[in-house]
């Protein structure tokens, strides 16, 4: 958080945990699992009219075809619903694609296969899943690589009906530096598309040095655009949305956008564009939020580093179009850090690579700001977890921890000012134990107060959540962790088992979530019959949805706690 405020980001962009190591065999011998081709996971948590004895899979000449403005694809029929895979929304991106704003793909004749992932963006995937607790709890989901990355998932239960549905487009985490559209089981589209009668999109795009380095200030014009290709990725997605989406059975002037960690970052970011007005209608951002983009300064600097650590002039810029992917990667981070180390920092930044403020595309100054900017139309939800970070799920003894641990433990967190800490979250918290304190200490919601208070000041409604369920695995200690929320969004609790452990309790909850965001979606207000009656939000009285096994109103509980993070 501090290399990305430093660098100009203002605002919370929570990144997904630390890459690991290993391959997602756990899922054998842990659970059993019907078809795994484009829905690996089970999706048994809702009812459908398939009977487990009859055929559950559709596929063929005439099954699953959708028209698109770019030619036909064919995805499957499963358990009723039309799932479609890896479509492509834009061009390769590689050579001299590459720091270029999107192009569209080609045409192309006949049925394309869609039933299978297209492509992850570029990243260093090295070591993902070494962490043996974190594969068996996240499992990701890591397929092909390459920078013929632009591509997206759909999830219908009709296609071309002249049914309007609402849209939910879903943006993955990991920063703006790793993850895919289906990193996580959780972001299974099938249960959500079923429950709600609505049409589910994912999708990938550029990260990190491939999609965000700035190098207008070598080659003003040729790459004017460089520092923000990533989103605009995001961006030509939804257009691509708002052209085809009837097609497969959504409305295009109903689409909700929804992402968690570094999603939620994205969502804040494209609502604040003004190129995404009429492309986007609803806006839902999770464990992740800015206020800003990185400064551009900054980052033009960083580009001619980039080109200086490549030990390339200005007129051979073009060259770093034509090396490995990972290469360039290398490099570029390698430039970031001793960039960083210049400028004072550790020489480890890692919000290097991310939206930069160009006064063009995106705001130079703190978003929602404008009046009269199209995202002062755009209702927002903002939520947050009560424990993003449970640093005692893999050690036990930390549960014992005791007070004047507590506090030294925060001293080293923030610097100074642990005893004044503790006092302001036992005050507002006092039925919480040490290491639950230091949960809160850690995942405080200031940056999410900071980003709603901003965007409260627009005329749309905007509607805050705090979600603190807690699984009952690891003896209870995983707590309210970064990313446990999401299958509660999207109906998935009884696929993500090893974050949920499954069955009725979860799935109860759930569905109180996703009555509500399914609301959200078609009125712009969460407010339903599944939940207490959901107040918008005001800087003044703070409503928040506490999001639990029973859920409650509650206003702003650690508005003084928080006060005395920043003393």
Same mark, same amino acid.
């Given at each position: 958080?501090?290399?990305a405020?430093?660098l ?9 945990f630390?890459?690991r190591?290993g391959?997602?065999?756990?899922y054998a011998?842990?659970?059993?699992y019907?078809?795994?081709a484009c ?6 948590q809702q009812p459908?009219?398939?009977s487990?004895? $009859?055929?559950?899979l559709?596929i063929g ?5 959708a ?7 064919r ?5 009723d ?10 061009a390769s991106?590689?050579g001299e694609?590459? @720091? ?9 004749e ?8 297209g492509?992850t ?5 090295t070591?993902?899943y070494?962490?043996?607790y ?15 990355c632009? &591509?997206?998932n759909?999830?219908?239960p009709?296609?071309?009906?002249t ?27 099938e249960?959500?598309s079923?429950?709600?009668d609505i ?6 795009h550029?990260l990190?040095p ?8 070598v080659d003003e014009?040729?790459?004017? $655009? ?5 989103i605009l ?5 939804l257009?691509w949305?708002?052209n085809n989406i009837?097609?497969?059975g959504?409305?295009?002037?109903n ?5 968690q ?5 994205k ?5 604040a564009?003004?190129?995404t007005?009429?492309?986007?209608h ?14 551009n300064?900054y980052s ?12 390339l002039?200005?007129?051979?810029i073009?060259?770093?179009? $034509? ?9 570029a ?8 180390k ?6 480890? &930044? ?6 930069v403020?160009?006064?063009f595309?995106?705001p ?15 209702p927002?939800? @903002? ?5 993003e ?12 921890m ?5 506090? $030294? ?10 005893e004044n ?6 005050k507002?918290?006092?039925?919480k134990?040490p290491i639950e ?6 995942s ?13 000041q627009q005329?749309?409604p905007?509607y ?11 003896d209870?200690r995983?707590r ?9 969004w999207l ?12 069955g009725k309790r979860?799935r109860?909850?759930s ?8 609301s959200f979606?078609r009125?712009g ?7 207490p ?13 506490m ?14 706690a928080?006060k005395?993070?920043?003393e």
């Amino acid at each position: 958080h501090k290399g990305a405020e430093s660098l100009g980001f203002r605002g919370q962009l929570t990144l997904d945990f630390p890459i690991r190591k290993g391959i997602s065999l756990l899922y054998a011998g842990i659970f059993v699992y019907t078809f795994s081709a484009c829905s690996a996971g089970r999706t048994e948590q809702q009812p459908n009219s398939v009977s487990q004895d $009859e055929q559950q899979l559709y596929i063929g000449d005439s099954i699953a075809v959708a028209q698109t403005q770019y030619g036909k694809v064919r995805g499957y029929l499963l358990r009723d619903i039309y799932t479609f895979c890896g479509i492509p929304y834009g061009a390769s991106t590689a050579g001299e694609n590459r @720091f270029m704003p999107p192009r569209e793909p080609e045409p192309w004749e006949g049925i394309r296969p869609a039933v299978f992932w297209g492509d992850t963006a570029p990243q260093i995937t090295t070591g993902k899943y070494r962490n043996t607790y974190t594969t068996f709890t996240d499992h990701w989901n890591y397929y092909g690589v390459s920078e013929d990355c632009l &591509m997206l998932n759909i999830w219908t239960p009709a296609l071309a009906d002249t049914k309007k549905r609402p849209v939910l487009v879903w943006i993955h985490g990991g920063g703006f530096t790793n993850g895919n559209s289906i990193e996580q089981d959780s972001y299974r589209g099938e249960n959500l598309s079923r429950y709600g009668d609505i049409v589910f999109v994912s999708l990938n795009h550029r990260l990190g040095p491939i999609g965000f380095s700035d190098f207008s200030g070598v080659d003003e014009k040729k790459f004017a $655009e460089s520092g923000n290709v990533g989103i605009l990725d995001l961006v030509a997605g939804l257009k691509w949305v708002h052209n085809n989406i009837a097609q497969f059975g959504g409305d295009p002037s109903n689409v909700t956008i929804m992402g968690q960690s570094g999603g939620g970052a994205k969502v804040c970011t494209l609502v604040a564009m003004a190129e995404t007005k009429g492309l986007l209608h609803k806006a839902v951002a999770l464990s992740g939020n800015i206020t800003g983009a990185i400064d551009n300064n900054y980052s033009t600097e960083l580009g001619k580093y980039i080109l200086k650590e490549a030990g390339l002039p200005p007129s051979q810029i073009n060259k770093l179009q $034509e090396i490995p992917w990972l290469d360039y990667i290398v490099l570029a981070n390698r430039a970031a850090a001793k960039y960083d180390k210049q400028l004072g920092g550790n020489g480890m &930044m890692r919000g290097s690579f991310g939206p930069v403020g160009d006064g063009f595309h995106i705001p130079m100054d703190t978003f929602y700001t404008d009046p009269e900017a199209p995202s002062a139309h755009v209702p927002m939800l @903002f939520s947050t977890t009560t424990c993003e970070f449970s640093i005692s799920r893999d050690n036990a003894t930390l549960e014992k921890m005791n007070r004047t641990q507590l506090v $030294e433990m925060v001293d080293k967190m923030k610097g100074k000012n642990g005893e004044n800490i503790v006092l302001a979250y036992e005050k507002a918290f006092p039925d919480k134990k040490p290491i639950e304190l230091l949960g809160l200490i850690m995942s405080s919601r200031e940056k999410v107060i900071e980003a709603i208070n901003a965007k409260a000041q627009q005329s749309a409604p905007v509607y805050l959540a705090w979600f603190g369920w807690e699984p009952p695995l690891f003896d209870g200690r995983m707590r309210s962790f970064h990313c446990l929320d999401i299958s509660f969004w999207l109906k998935n609790t009884d696929v993500m088992l090893t974050h949920t452990g499954g069955g009725k309790r979860p799935r109860d909850l759930s569905t109180k979530m996703t009555d509500a965001l399914l609301s959200f979606m078609r009125t712009g207000s969460p407010n339903c019959t599944s939940l207490p009656e959901w107040p918008q939000y005001t800087p003044d009285k703070g409503a928040t949805m506490m999001l639990n096994d029973q859920c409650e109103v509650v206003y702003d509980p650690d508005r003084e706690a928080r006060k005395v993070l920043t003393e």
